[in-house]
């Protein structure tokens, strides 16, 4: 009787963006109807890299969430998690570290581009711990299914891992071992025509982008065959755009046939593609407007708060049964007995009994 759970999250960097949409957020928006959802905002997480820049993480935290709300995440019907707020989140990581052999954490693929990015001088001790951070917020909540973008698959592996030797060493049957869903396009290129879309990048289209912004991104669309070479993909970026968001698969396939036989050049096919990616995005303006501005802003934190307090309740049930089957909780049975024995004890004061 009880709906599927349904956890994931976005590190808030910075706005989303189309390579969201295709790899996770429309998967979410449709998971809402048949699934128990919990859309978690990892503002902890961006202290991994950011720590000396909290309005910035501040600001980006509230613009997920309008995000989120824009692409039509239904508040009345999942639940918004913000990391910082679920004090059995950093708990349970500090526990499910200790089941996790170092080397194994360190060659997590996830990890290893993202270090390989940054010098290993200026990375935080904290940085390679949100992948373990991460295996706890999925499983704080119970999570069956996680569905997330091809970059994560290797840590939620690594969860898996975790709820099994969880479940292994100390029983209790707490965690289901989630799956991973992936979105429609795995890997969604930037308007660089090279790169995977992404806002550090520069080569994002946003969520948020005005009609006008999105013509000029798909105007400056770098079509070239050498980025479709470098890309190992043989279509330009603007056929995958067509592909990916012109609603009729047939008008995507004729545009593409039409353009390969030369019958049509760049600035047509980005024109069209550009109107089919605003159809998209229209919509969610409309839902986004009424979260703007300060009274937005105070509405998103009032719904944050809210939902704190739901998500708590789930996280605490989990923290308590697994404390219980690690036989870190006083309650448990062999433990109150010698508790027992000891206030039994002469000599201790009863003001001593707790
Ligand atoms: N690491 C993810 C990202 O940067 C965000 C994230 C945090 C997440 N916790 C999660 C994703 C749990 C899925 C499940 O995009």
Redesign the pocket.
Known sequence: MTRPRV?????PTGRLHLGHLVGSLENRVRLQDDHDCYF?I?NV?AYTTRAERPDDIRRDTIEVVRDYLAAGIDPARSTLVLQSEIRAIPELAFLLAMLLPFARVMRNPTLKAELADKQLEQHSFGFPL?TVG?CA??LAFRADL?P?GED?VA?IEMCREVARRFDRIYGGAVFPVPEVLLGRVARLAGTDGVHKMSKSLGNAILLSDSRAEIHRKLRGLYTGRQAATDRGDPDSVVLQYARAFIADPSRARELADRYARGELGDAAVKAEVADAIDAVLAPMRERRAAYDGPRGEAAIVELLRDHARRANAVADETLARVKAAMRLDLQAAPVAAERQDMLAAPGVPTSART
Request: net charge negative; charged share 10%; no cysteine.
């Open positions: 956890l994931t999250g976005d590190t978690l990892a997480h949100y991460q917020d999925i996680v997330v994560q840590t």
